[in-house]
């Protein structure tokens, strides 16, 4: 944890591991069409494409993007792990490219390669939720790591040769909540 993490006030609400991130940003008038299309070329990277769950910052639960009040505004919504701060710097790190297409169509985004002037872009833009709930608890990894488990006791379970192994009477609560799904 940096000290910045201990002693600054950020923006965003924390439930249990994660924190919202609310950003508005007022568009350059005519470049909609530009930002539709850097928000394509986004989704169409690995990572960002629609059902793809390896995202260059691993600590993202959910991420949208979406232009309002006549494509003169642009929301970005995510939700991740861990403090605004350690976000930032995994944002910084990763993908900040694709995102440097998307905001040099916003008013008062001065762009790379100043990543200090990005995150104080960002913190402007920032609003904290006036409400926002998790329905799940858990990190990222986590959850990663649970689906993994699961589709590995699927496998399990599906295996004939399991069979013997399975009637094992301490495997009883784990097959009863195979059986609930």
Known sequence: MTAADETTRRPGVRVGSASEFSLF???IPGHAEEIRAALTAL???PGYRPGDYEMAIASIHEARFVLFDDDTRLL???SFDGSWD???EDFAAGPLQLFDAIFQHTDGYAGLPDVSAVKDFILGAQVT???YARNYPGTVKELRRAN???EAFDTVLDDPRAEEALGHPALKPLLDE???A
Do not use: E, G, S
């Open 129 to 131: 939720a006036a409400a």
């Open 86 to 88: 350690a976000y930032m």
């Open 25 to 27: 940003f007022r568009v």
């Open 76 to 78: 970005f919504a995510t």
């Open 43 to 45: 989704q169409r990277t």
């Open 148 to 150: 993994r488990l699961r």
């Open 178 to 180: 195979a059986a609930d």
